[in-house]
C-alpha cells in the first residue's frame, strides 16, 4: 500500500510528520490538489469509518492531508477518492498525547495500515519516531479487532465499546 501526502504546508516544519516520512521514503508529499492520486483519503469528517473492506475495494493507495489542526476543516478534504475516518485510536505524539481521533499525519496513515492489516509497513512508517513504537501499543487491541472486522458497520460497533469506556 502506498502513502500519499497533500501537503498544505502551515503546520511547524519541525514538527511536521509527513515531512519526515518523505525524508524516510515512506510518503509522497503532493503540494498541488491535482496530482495527488485517487485513493482512500483518511478525513476525520468522512460519514462512514475504515474499515477492512475498503482494501478489498482494490484501492492500494492511502492519501492524507497534511495541515495544521485549525485549517483542517470539511472543505479542506477536496481530494478524489474514497473519504473514511478512522475509528476510535487514541494520539501517541506528544502535542495530542492520550486523546482520541487527533492524530498526526503518520499516526493516521500507520492505523490505516494496520487495519488493512498491513503491521510490518505501519512499524517501518512509525519508526524514525521516538513516540512511533507507543502509538501501536497503546492502540493495539483496537486495531487488531477493527482489522478483523469485515465492514464498517463491524468497526464502529467495536468503537462504541472504546467510546463507551471513555465516558
Ligand atoms: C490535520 S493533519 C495534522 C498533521 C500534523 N501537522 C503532523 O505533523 O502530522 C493530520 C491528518 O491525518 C489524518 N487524520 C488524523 N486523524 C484522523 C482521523 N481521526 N480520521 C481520519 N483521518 C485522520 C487526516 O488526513 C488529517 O488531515
Not at 11 to 16: F, I, Q, R, T
Not at 49 to 77: I, K, Q
Request: glycine letters at 4%; aromatic letters at 10%; proline letters at 5%.
Amino acid at each position: 500500500m502506498e502513502c500519499h501526502v497533500y501537503y498544505e504546508g502551515d503546520d511547524d516544519p519541525e514538527k511536521c510528520t509527513a515531512r519526515r516520512m518523505e525524508k524516510f521514503d515512506e510518503a509522497i508529499l503532493y503540494r498541488t490538489m491535482g496530482q495527488v492520486p485517487y485513493g482512500v483519503v483518511l478525513n476525520p469528517h468522512a460519514e462512514r469509518a475504515l474499515s477492512p473492506a475498503d482494501r478489498e475495494a482494490g484501492l492500494d493507495t492511502l492519501v492524507a492531508l497534511d495541515c495544521s489542526w485549525e485549517s483542517a476543516e470539511a472543505a479542506s478534504f477536496r481530494m478524489n477518492g474514497v473519504h473514511r475516518a478512522l475509528p476510535f485510536l487514541v494520539a501517541a505524539n506528544p502535542v495530542n498525547y492520550g486523546r482520541p481521533f487527533r492524530l498526526t499525519t503518520v499516526e493516521a496513515l500507520a492505523g490505516a495500515l494496520c487495519i488493512f492489516d498491513e503491521l510490518e509497513h505501519a512499524e517501518s512508517i512509525l519508526e524514525p519516531f521516538r513516540w512511533g513504537e507507543t502509538f501501536l501499543t497503546l492502540n493495539e487491541e483496537p486495531l487488531r479487532r477493527y482489522s478483523e472486522c469485515t465492514d464498517s458497520s463491524e468497526v464502529v460497533a467495536v468503537q462504541e465499546e472504546y467510546l463507551a469506556d471513555e465516558e
